[in-house]
């Protein structure tokens, strides 16, 4: 038996894992505070949802979906991502028919059979929010605002936020054409998945992370360029929102996004620090036809997904504590000897009504058990030897400022509760 886990996924625990629940969680609570409502939907769909959803000449569609047929000979597939199914579950229980815009979240994992590599999984999890039924810029700036304050809210600085629009179904044939002129007499210059979707679907040609193609594309006609009077009034407004919401962005006219269903306004945000291909950390954008083209009614909507595995990558990378680290110290109780246990215990059954306590059940060279506490994010270590357990005295070490403090449990008990509480 292979006991490896299945190529692109992982096992998830300790320190990682702490990362992705505290990324999951800061988002819960945002998501809460913007009002969106939570909803789970299945881990697969009928394969339809996604071919007809994300689009038949998308790279996911064409090489990267887990597609099987159960028993019954139905085809399914493993979601890619969430806003397909999203959509396919407010439209089959018609959450769309009471006060507008629905706004919902999700967070759970996803599947692409990719090539893996460090921040491309196959297995991997995204979470998201979705707006539903109404077209005004100021929801489109609210769910750019959301993905903005996340990010902040998980401790990044330096991100940055790239938008454009790229147009609805009036203005974008104008460019296509344009687009395709431009192409032909440069077809050889590009690869030959290129030169397929110049037929099917030039715009995915944006989507290709090959040298040689976006070197061609760079030079070419921008969407921008060409939008109808609606679409330009409404990107102009998204843009005059965020100004007021006092977030930087960048137009990057060379953005279009891996999917067929946008519309309008897209935005992606990215670390300039991660130097692959791998540092798109989230992005979203309007897809106003999706939910008409899926049998529901004529309804905008605009939603968008974070990557949770890269995000916690580059926070590691980046030694970006989760504020719950700092916030909220964990305390090393360290036994010198076999008799220290007693006072230990005494001391963890108060220190722990507050704070996350571990001892160590085996006292061992005390050099190795800071270093460990170190390692393990422990803010503090109380150090009890056999004077101290005798005297009922507490030395305590505040790992992180290499300061060392005593008090006298009896007495001073106050003292140390805040100093741990950083008072
Ligand atoms: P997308 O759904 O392609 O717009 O991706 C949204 C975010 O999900 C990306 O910015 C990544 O952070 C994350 N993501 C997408 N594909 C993968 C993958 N194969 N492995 C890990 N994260 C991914």
Known sequence: MDLNSPRGTADIYGKDLKYRNFIEDTAKKLFKNFNYAEIKTPTFEHTEVFNRGIGESTDIVQKEMYTFKDKKG??????????????????????????????????????????????????????????????????????????????????????????????CVECRPNFLKEFKSYLEPRLDKLCSDCKIRYYKNPLRIFDCKKTKCKEVVKNGPKIFNYLCDNCRKHIDSVIDYLKKLNIKYEINYNLVRG????????????????KSAQNALGGGGRYDNLISQFGGPDMPAIGFAIGVDRTAILMEQLKIKPKCFNGFKKVYLIAMEEKSYPFILEISKVLRKDFICEI??????????????????????????????????????????????????????????????GK
Do not use: C
């Open 74 to 167: 139905r085809s399914l597939t493993l979601r890619p991502e969430g806003t397909a199914s999203v959509v396919r579950a407010i439209i089959e229980h018609k959450l769309y028919s009471k006060r507008l815009p629905l706004k919902v979240f999700y967070n759970g994992n996803m599947f692409r059979y990719e090539r893996p590599q460090k921040g491309r999984m196959r297995e991997f999890h995204q979470l998201g929010a979705e707006a539903v039924g109404i077209d005004n810029p100021v929801i489109d700036a609210e769910i750019i605002w959301l993905t903005n304050r996340l990010f902040e809210e998980l401790g990044f600085k330096n991100l940055e936020l790239l938008i454009n629009s790229i147009g």
């Open 259 to 274: 999917f067929d269903y946008y519309t309008k306004t897209i935005f992606e945000v990215i670390s300039k620090q991660i």
């Open 360 to 421: 160590n059940f085996k006292p061992k060279n005390l050099g190795s058990e800071l270093k460990w506490a170190e390692k393990n994010d422990f803010g503090f270590a109380v150090i009890i030897g056999e004077e101290e357990a005798s005297e009922k005295k507490i030395t305590i070490k505040d790992i992180e400022e290499y300061k060392q403090y005593e008090f006298d449990w009896l007495t001073q008990k106050d003292k140390l509760i805040d100093l741990l509480k």
